[in-house]
């Protein structure tokens, strides 16, 4: 593989590839408490200051994950809260789609 000089700061420990291998989406730590609640969009070979945040959770009693599927072939977004989750989901092929509620 290539290894790239930049860096992105903040990030939870998961990261999700597209199948191109050109896009990861991460999901972002907020200040204290540390937790993530913004999944991000990076472009490989790109400032970091270009990321798109694709959803803020605003409550901070839930907590965010973003990975891909065994299959290589879907992300998952995971909103996880004490008594509730929510799923949704992206073609790997298609990064810069709107994810879709399960």
Do not use: M
């Not at 200040?31 to 999944?39: F, G, R, W």
């Amino acid at each position: 593989g290539i290894e790239f000089e930049e860096a992105i700061e903040d990030t939870f420990y998961s990261v999700a590839w597209s199948a191109d291998s050109d896009y990861i989406y991460y999901d972002r730590l907020t200040a204290l408490p540390l937790q993530p609640l913004s999944t991000c969009l990076h472009r490989l070979g790109t400032s970091s200051s270009f990321d798109y945040c694709i959803f803020n959770q605003p409550n901070a009693t839930f907590t965010l994950e973003t990975v891909t599927a065994n299959s290589g072939e879907y992300f998952f977004q995971y909103e996880k809260g004490i008594d509730t989750t929510w799923v949704k989901y992206l073609s790997t092929s298609t990064p810069t789609s709107p994810f879709q509620q399960l």
